[in-house]
Structures are given as structure tokens and as C-alpha cells.
């Protein structure tokens, strides 16, 4: 064949300008949103379409934390070396395992090792059980209703174990996009074919079904068409019915028998035709009625990097996922890490690069608690023999998350409201390039997290006790030197929330003096303990006389749990709250809970886009639906 019947390179583009090309082509198209449900244990390595709620707490009792017995705590008081104390089987105490069920009247468990046993129904001990001691609460790891996952998250096996934990047994995920294969060429035969000489046994298929499954797709391979322009072009037609991505492999060159290039010209677009790299230049970017359609050289090597070129990428834009690069990075610790030198510890991190720094701040250390694997981005390992790291260390970290998700992510720390998660899953469904990860401190953390640098933005409700005006006399109290801004974001009730048909017939601040009523209050800073103070100071209702004062849970999903469970009488908590966990509720005041900002990052695109979703009509009725939120004034920004 003449010279003149020989296929040309068209092009000879840069790598990185043909993947922004040809991978812009499909970006817009690429809404693949075929959904479909899938049990649990058949999730691994899928994405979500929308975020994932428990259904239930986990765990769903009040479970004994360690091996011993389980005491009334307020029976032990006075126990201690000098006055050991005797305790009775059944009445007094009960023998209980790790994991095991805590009821009434038992609120309390001592270790095995700290008791002496006298005979078969009488131990002694020799320090008194604080209340609940030894015990993980009902909703420690998971509170009924938090969010689990967010949308277009890739599920991990830990992931499963949550889920599962939460009593979901199945997921809506995207539909794996499926990728036909096509191997070419009159040379190459199946491996279960004799092999003679001239001919070649065909791998480079195999190869891309796994690259196709390892990446997220799903493989569909085609039998070996022979060099034939008629059976290349029917087979090309019929993938592109069948599949959302098609590969042609060999014949992309500029050999007399290299017809790929033609049929595709006949059939769609050849986009571009010749890559500035070696290996991979003859590959073949076209589009067949709007799917992409690649060829790929016959060469082994080539094949493998044109691949990871092209296919890739365009894979992990279908499945709403961000390519990463590299496994470690170095960041700077936001608070010490005490270590003990009996272990190696892995210790859970969550990371987000504010200014020029990579900050890691350290996530809960229990053993039980699986959602601060969930949430970690990266793991720090403190090595045996080293007792931990102060603030300020850099460390190195080991990552969990693409590095590029992690940069891409808006870090928040300050107090909680389970509107943070939801408006967080709703930047990123609307932005898949976009995160935001909340760190629960309460509101004066919040404040002096941003005082450090350690977040872009801090959500905070804190009530000026003399004017009732919320946050700005804090924020210049504590930030006086900084040009700092308030982005309005909801009011929201605050109020008791009490159990169903309010057994106690609790009426208000006044009623938490009673002996009777088992008080659960939130963490020192937090803002809702600060507004508590207020009323009780407002009512003269004394501190020490409030039981359970000195109880703390975090976040007001906990406290919820805690007042559902039955281990607590009420607490001071938001509406929204009260509802998800199917609490009455008390309401006590409006409060302004804002998101305070320094000044020079509103001008940022992630800044602009999350106040642009903050305003969303789709994000503002998930809000209303969740009840006790006045969302007038959302989004405007108060200068400071």
C-alpha cells in the first residue's frame, strides 16, 4: 500500500493539554446518573449518590467498657484504701463483660482487677465509681440520624462496618460506567488457542478489564476482531450501544492494516490523533454519538500508559472521584498527642491546608469509636518508646484521602449543629470538587482556633450576657487585631430537650435544681453551655445543685441520645435535635449561629460557592424540613 493510503498523526499534543481537551468533552455530558440500590456488603468500592443516615445507635445500649462489675455508683461513695468497702451480689453489684448490657438501677462499672473478691457473693472495693464510669453511652460511636457518608463517597471497608452499625443494610450508589473492550488484529489469538508462529497470544485486554474494575468501571470484553474495516466498524457500533466508554486496542497506528482511525472518523470524532509521549503517542481520543472513544497502540507498555493517561481520569470523573497523587505528606499538629511507650499508636487525623500549612488535628482515640476512621484523612504513627508530639510539630502522615480532596477542603472548627453536615454533603454534591470538614470544639474553641490559624472558618453562637447580641463582642473581644467578618447563617431554637410525654413534668430552668432530674450538659466553650450558665445564673439556680452538671457530650446528637436512652432526664439542646431523635422539647431562646471568617477569604472560590449554596433553594428546604431554623437573613456578611 502506497504512502498516500497510510494513516497520519494529525497532532502532536502535551500530555497534560490533551487530557484538559479531550476529558473537558465528556465533563458536562458525564452526569452519569443511573442509580440503583445494593445491599451493604456488596458496597465496597462504590460511590454514593446521597448521603447516608443512621437508622440506629450504635451501640444501641448502654454497653460495660471493661471486663468487672457494674456498681450504683452513688452505693460505692466513701470506698477507699483506708475504709474498703463490701458490696453484695445482685443487690449491690452484678459481674459483667465488655460489651455487655447496663441497666437500671446499675450506672457504673469497676475494673475486675480493681475489686477483691471475698467469696462468691461479696467483693470489696477501694475507691468509689463516678457515674457511668466504664461505660459506653448509647450513641457514642453512632447517634441515630447523624450522617454516616456524604455523597459521592467511595465506600470503604470501614465505611461498611459504620453503615452496617447504623443498621443500614442497603445504599443508593451510581451505576459503575461500563467500558467495552475490543481487542484487533489478525495476529493475535485467545491463550487457550495453539500458539504458532506469526501469532500472538492476546493479554492486553485482560489487563484493562482489571485497570477497569481496580478504577471503578465495569469491564466488557469483545471477541477478537480481525483485521477487517467492515467487522471493526460493526463491532465499534454495537460497543457504543452497549457501553459508556469504548476501547479499541491496536490499529491506532500508521500501519496499512491500522483501520481504527478511519472507522472512528466515519462514525464520530476523532478529537485528537497523536500524544506527545513515548510511550503512548499513536493513542486516538475521538467521540461516538457523545461517548468517548479511545484508541489505544497495540504495544504492551503503551498500552498500559495510555491508559492511565486517559481512561483513568475519565473514570474517576464518571464515579465523582479525584485522582491522587502520592501516599504521604507533612503537616502541622494543631494540639499534643500523648502517647503512651508501652504501644505504637495510630493515631486518626483530620487535615485541611489553611494559609501555606497542612494542619492535622487529632480525632477521637477510642477503640470503639468507628467514625473517627470515617472521618480520618490521614494516620499519624507515634513510634513505640516516644511518649507523643507537642502543637506545632510537623509530622508526617500517612493518607487515607486523595491529598487533592484534602486541598480542596474547606476546614471548619467550632461548635456543632447537624446543619454543618448537611450544608458540608450539599456543597459537595453540587460541587464534587468541594469539601467541607467540620471538627466539633464549640463555639470558644472555634474562636481560638481561628486565633491560631488552624481553620478557615469557625461556627459560633455565643450570647453577650450584657446587650443579648450575639458573637461580635466575642470576636472582638478575642480577635480585636484582625479583620474579621460574620457570614449569617441560621437562628435556631434552643431548648430542653426532655423525653417523650415529659414523664418528669420538667417545665424550665427552675426544675433542674430538683433532685430527681438527671441533667446532660455540653463540653466547657461550648456555646449552649454558655447560654445555660446565663439562665442559671439569670434564675439564681446554683451549679452544684444541677446533677449531672458535670456530665459532658459534645455534640447535641449526643445529648439527644443520652435523653432517649434514658440516661439522662434533659438536656439543653437545638429543635432539630430534639426532633431526629423523637424528643419533646422546651423551647428557651433564639440564637444567631454564624460562621466567622477572616476577612480575606470571602474572596476565595470555595468561600463563594459555599455562600452561593448556603442560599440555595434546595439547601434551604432541607433546613425548613428539619424544623427550629429561621434562615432569613442566610448568607449576608457582617464586616467586623
Same mark, same amino acid.
Given at each position: 500500500?502506497?504512502?498516500?493510503?497510510?494513516?497520519?498523526?494529525?497532532?502532536?499534543?502535551?500530555?497534560?493539554?490533551?487530557?484538559?481537551?479531550?476529558?473537558?468533552?465528556?465533563?458536562?455530558?458525564?452526569?452519569?446518573?443511573?442509580?440503583?440500590?445494593?445491599? %451493604?456488603?456488596?458496597?465496597?468500592?462504590? %460511590?454514593?449518590?446521597?448521603?447516608?443516615?443512621?437508622?440506629?445507635?450504635?451501640?444501641?445500649?448502654?454497653?460495660?467498657?471493661?471486663?468487672?462489675?457494674?456498681?450504683?455508683?452513688?452505693?460505692?461513695?466513701?470506698?477507699?484504701?483506708?475504709?474498703?468497702?463490701?458490696?453484695?451480689?445482685?443487690?449491690?453489684?452484678?459481674?459483667?463483660?465488655?460489651?455487655?448490657?447496663?441497666?437500671?438501677?446499675?450506672?457504673?462499672?469497676?475494673?475486675?482487677?480493681?475489686?477483691?473478691?471475698?467469696?462468691?457473693?461479696?467483693?470489696?472495693?477501694?475507691?468509689?465509681?463516678?457515674? !457511668?464510669?466504664?461505660?459506653?453511652?448509647?450513641?457514642?460511636?453512632?447517634?441515630?440520624?447523624?450522617?454516616?457518608?456524604?455523597?459521592?463517597?467511595?465506600?470503604?471497608?470501614?465505611?461498611?462496618?459504620?453503615?452496617?452499625?447504623?443498621?443500614?443494610?442497603?445504599?443508593?450508589?451510581?451505576?459503575?460506567?461500563?467500558?467495552?473492550?475490543?481487542?484487533?488484529?489478525?495476529?493475535?489469538?485467545?491463550?487457550?488457542?495453539?500458539?504458532?508462529?506469526?501469532?500472538?497470544?492476546?493479554?492486553?485486554?485482560?489487563?484493562?478489564?482489571?485497570?477497569?474494575?481496580?478504577?471503578?468501571?465495569?469491564?466488557?470484553?469483545?471477541?477478537?476482531?480481525?483485521?477487517?474495516?467492515?467487522?471493526?466498524?460493526?463491532?465499534?457500533?454495537?460497543?457504543?450501544?452497549?457501553?459508556?466508554?469504548?476501547?479499541?486496542?491496536?490499529?491506532?497506528?500508521?500501519?496499512?492494516?491500522?483501520?481504527?482511525?478511519?472507522?472512528?472518523?466515519?462514525?464520530?470524532?476523532?478529537?485528537?490523533?497523536?500524544?506527545?509521549?513515548?510511550?503512548?503517542?499513536?493513542?486516538?481520543?475521538? @467521540?461516538?454519538?457523545?461517548?468517548?472513544?479511545?484508541?489505544?497502540?497495540?504495544?504492551?507498555?503503551?498500552?498500559?500508559?495510555?491508559?492511565?493517561?486517559?481512561?483513568?481520569?475519565?473514570?474517576?470523573?464518571?464515579?465523582?472521584?479525584?485522582?491522587?497523587?502520592?501516599?504521604?505528606?507533612?503537616?502541622?499538629?494543631?494540639?499534643?498527642?500523648?502517647?503512651?511507650?508501652?504501644?505504637?499508636?495510630?493515631?486518626?487525623?483530620?487535615?485541611?491546608?489553611?494559609?501555606?500549612?497542612?494542619?492535622?488535628?487529632?480525632?477521637?482515640?477510642?477503640?470503639?469509636?468507628?467514625?473517627?476512621?470515617?472521618?480520618?484523612?490521614?494516620?499519624?504513627?507515634?513510634?513505640?518508646?516516644?511518649?507523643?508530639?507537642?502543637?506545632?510539630?510537623?509530622?508526617?502522615?500517612?493518607?487515607?484521602?486523595?491529598?487533592?480532596?484534602?486541598?480542596?477542603?474547606?476546614? @471548619?472548627?467550632?461548635?456543632?449543629?447537624?446543619?454543618?453536615?448537611?450544608?458540608?454533603?450539599?456543597?459537595?454534591?453540587?460541587?464534587?470538587?468541594?469539601?467541607?470538614?467540620?471538627?466539633?470544639?464549640?463555639?470558644?474553641?472555634?474562636?481560638?482556633?481561628?486565633?491560631?490559624?488552624?481553620?478557615?472558618?469557625?461556627?459560633?453562637?455565643?450570647?453577650?450576657?450584657?446587650?443579648?447580641?450575639?458573637?461580635? @463582642?466575642?470576636?472582638?473581644?478575642?480577635?480585636?487585631?484582625?479583620?474579621?467578618?460574620?457570614?449569617?447563617?441560621?437562628?435556631?431554637?434552643?431548648?430542653?430537650?426532655?423525653?417523650?410525654?415529659?414523664?418528669?413534668?420538667?417545665?424550665?430552668?427552675?426544675?433542674?435544681?430538683?433532685?430527681?432530674?438527671?441533667?446532660?450538659?455540653?463540653?466547657?466553650?461550648?456555646?449552649?453551655?454558655?447560654?445555660?450558665?446565663?439562665?442559671?445564673?439569670?434564675?439564681?439556680?446554683?451549679?452544684?445543685?444541677?446533677?449531672?452538671?458535670?456530665?459532658?457530650?459534645?455534640?447535641?446528637?449526643?445529648?439527644?441520645?443520652?435523653?432517649?436512652?434514658?440516661?439522662?432526664?434533659?438536656?439543653?439542646? %437545638?429543635?432539630?435535635?430534639?426532633?431526629?431523635?423523637?424528643?419533646?422539647?422546651?423551647?428557651?431562646? !433564639?440564637?444567631?449561629?454564624?460562621?466567622?471568617?477572616?476577612?480575606?477569604?470571602?474572596?476565595?472560590?470555595?468561600?463563594?460557592?459555599?455562600?452561593?449554596?448556603?442560599?440555595?433553594?434546595?439547601?434551604?428546604?432541607?433546613?425548613?424540613?428539619?424544623?427550629?431554623?429561621?434562615?432569613?437573613?442566610?448568607?449576608?456578611?457582617?464586616?467586623?
Amino acid at each position: 500500500m502506497g504512502k498516500e493510503t497510510r494513516n497520519i498523526y494529525l497532532t502532536n499534543i502535551p500530555l497534560e493539554e490533551a487530557q484538559k481537551q479531550y476529558l473537558t468533552q465528556f465533563k458536562d455530558k458525564n452526569a452519569f446518573k443511573k442509580a440503583e440500590k445494593i445491599f %451493604v456488603l456488596e458496597a465496597l468500592d462504590r %460511590v454514593t449518590t446521597q448521603a447516608v443516615f443512621a437508622k440506629k445507635s450504635s451501640p444501641s445500649y448502654n454497653a460495660a467498657a471493661m471486663d468487672g462489675i457494674a456498681v450504683i455508683a452513688e452505693k460505692t461513695y466513701g470506698a477507699m484504701e483506708s475504709n474498703p468497702l463490701s458490696l453484695k451480689l445482685g443487690k449491690e453489684f452484678k459481674f459483667i463483660n465488655t460489651g455487655g448490657c447496663l441497666k437500671d438501677p446499675f450506672d457504673a462499672v469497676i475494673m475486675i482487677e480493681d475489686i477483691v473478691e471475698i467469696d462468691d457473693a461479696t467483693v470489696e472495693i477501694y475507691n468509689a465509681a463516678k457515674p !457511668w464510669q466504664h461505660v459506653r453511652p448509647i450513641g457514642e460511636d453512632i447517634v441515630e440520624g447523624e450522617m454516616i457518608l456524604s455523597a459521592n463517597h467511595k465506600i470503604r471497608p470501614i465505611d461498611i462496618g459504620a453503615l452496617l452499625a447504623g443498621q443500614i443494610q442497603e445504599v443508593e450508589v451510581y451505576q459503575q460506567p461500563k467500558v467495552g473492550i475490543i481487542p484487533t488484529g489478525s495476529e493475535i489469538i485467545e491463550v487457550s488457542e495453539e500458539l504458532k508462529d506469526g501469532k500472538i497470544i492476546e493479554s492486553n485486554s485482560r489487563m484493562f478489564s482489571g485497570m477497569v474494575q481496580h478504577y471503578g468501571g465495569r469491564p466488557n470484553r469483545y471477541e477478537i476482531v480481525k483485521d477487517d474495516y467492515r467487522l471493526i466498524k460493526e463491532t465499534i457500533n454495537k460497543a457504543v450501544e452497549e457501553n459508556d466508554i469504548v476501547i479499541i486496542n491496536a490499529g491506532s497506528s500508521a500501519g496499512s492494516e491500522d483501520y481504527t482511525v478511519n472507522v472512528i472518523r466515519e462514525l464520530g470524532e476523532v478529537i485528537i490523533h497523536g500524544v506527545a509521549t513515548k510511550p503512548g503517542k499513536p493513542a486516538i481520543l475521538a @467521540s461516538v454519538k457523545g461517548k468517548p472513544v479511545i484508541g489505544i497502540p497495540g504495544y504492551p507498555v503503551s498500552a498500559y500508559f495510555v491508559f492511565e493517561f486517559f481512561l483513568k481520569p475519565l473514570l474517576f470523573q464518571y464515579n465523582r472521584q479525584l485522582l491522587s497523587e502520592g501516599n504521604k505528606i507533612k503537616a502541622t499538629l494543631t494540639r499534643r498527642v500523648v502517647s503512651s511507650l508501652k504501644h505504637e499508636e495510630y493515631i486518626r487525623l483530620k487535615l485541611g491546608k489553611v494559609g501555606n500549612k497542612m494542619m492535622a488535628t487529632p480525632l477521637e482515640r477510642g477503640a470503639g469509636v468507628t467514625m473517627s476512621l470515617v472521618k480520618a484523612d490521614g494516620i499519624l504513627v507515634v513510634p513505640q518508646q516516644r511518649e507523643g508530639y507537642e502543637a506545632g510539630t510537623e509530622i508526617e502522615v500517612t493518607l487515607l484521602k486523595p491529598q487533592e480532596e484534602i486541598n480542596n477542603t474547606i476546614v @471548619s472548627i467550632g461548635s456543632h449543629d447537624i446543619v454543618m453536615d448537611i450544608i458540608g454533603n450539599h456543597l459537595h454534591t453540587e460541587n464534587p470538587q468541594l469539601f467541607l470538614s467540620s471538627a466539633h470544639v464549640g463555639s470558644m474553641g472555634g474562636i481560638m482556633a481561628m486565633k491560631k490559624g488552624e481553620c478557615h472558618l469557625a461556627p459560633i453562637h455565643l450570647m453577650d450576657e450584657e446587650t443579648g447580641v450575639y458573637n461580635i @463582642s466575642y470576636v472582638k473581644r478575642y480577635l480585636k487585631d484582625e479583620k474579621m467578618a460574620l457570614i449569617k447563617f441560621v437562628k435556631r431554637s434552643q431548648g430542653f430537650m426532655i423525653q417523650k410525654g415529659n414523664p418528669k413534668g420538667i417545665k424550665g430552668i427552675l426544675d433542674l435544681a430538683r433532685k430527681d432530674i438527671q441533667f446532660i450538659n455540653r463540653q466547657r466553650g461550648a456555646g449552649t453551655r454558655i447560654l445555660l450558665d446565663y439562665y442559671l445564673k439569670k434564675t439564681e439556680v446554683e451549679v452544684s445543685t444541677v446533677n449531672g452538671y458535670d456530665r459532658e457530650m459534645t455534640t447535641h446528637m449526643a445529648v439527644a441520645a443520652a435523653v432517649a436512652s434514658g440516661t439522662a432526664d434533659c438536656g439543653l439542646g %437545638v429543635y432539630s435535635a430534639a426532633k431526629s431523635m423523637g424528643l419533646d422539647f422546651i423551647p428557651v431562646d !433564639w440564637e444567631d449561629y454564624d460562621l466567622l471568617i477572616p476577612q480575606k477569604e470571602l474572596n476565595k472560590e470555595e468561600v463563594k460557592k459555599l455562600i452561593e449554596t448556603m442560599k440555595d433553594g434546595k439547601f434551604l428546604k432541607l433546613i425548613e424540613d428539619l424544623g427550629g431554623y429561621d434562615t432569613k437573613n442566610i448568607g449576608e456578611i457582617i464586616y467586623l
